[in-house]
């Protein structure tokens, strides 16, 4: 079945970074586009990046544009989010996801995540 592991999460200091890992199985990578989504508490989840299954375009959220860079390795069935200048409105839990026309993918489930805490 579809599996989605998340990690890299940590407690962090405003301007500090932070690089996320998710590893996937159970479907063939290489041909999904991927996404990172977030969800703080009390509010609903939101994209915060995707990258075409290639990896030659990739799209971010206005909130993150020019801090976050999303990443792939297709060999290793891995996507990636390089977080720089975090602030702590980025507080949140993070999910990796693949997307199908714009959406989550109908075959796959969300992971456990992984948090992430900007605080100082």
């Known amino acids: 079945q579809v599996q989605l592991v998340e990690s890299g999460g940590a407690l962090v200091q405003p301007g500090g970074s932070l690089r996320l890992s998710c590893v996937a199985s159970g479907f063939i990578f290489r041909i999904y586009a991927m996404s990172w989504y977030r969800q703080a508490p009390g509010k609903e989840r939101e994209l915060v990046a995707r990258i075409s299954n290639t990896g030659g375009t990739t799209g971010y959220a206005d909130s993150v544009n020019g801090r976050f860079t999303i990443s792939r390795d297709n060999a290793k069935n891995m996507v990636y989010l390089q977080m720089n200048s975090l602030k702590p409105e980025d507080t949140a839990v993070y999910y990796c996801?693949?997307?199908?026309?714009?959406?989550?993918?109908?075959?796959?489930?969300w992971g456990q995540g992984t948090q992430v805490t900007v605080s100082s």
């Open positions: 996801i693949p997307i199908v026309g714009g959406h989550p993918a109908p075959f796959a489930s």
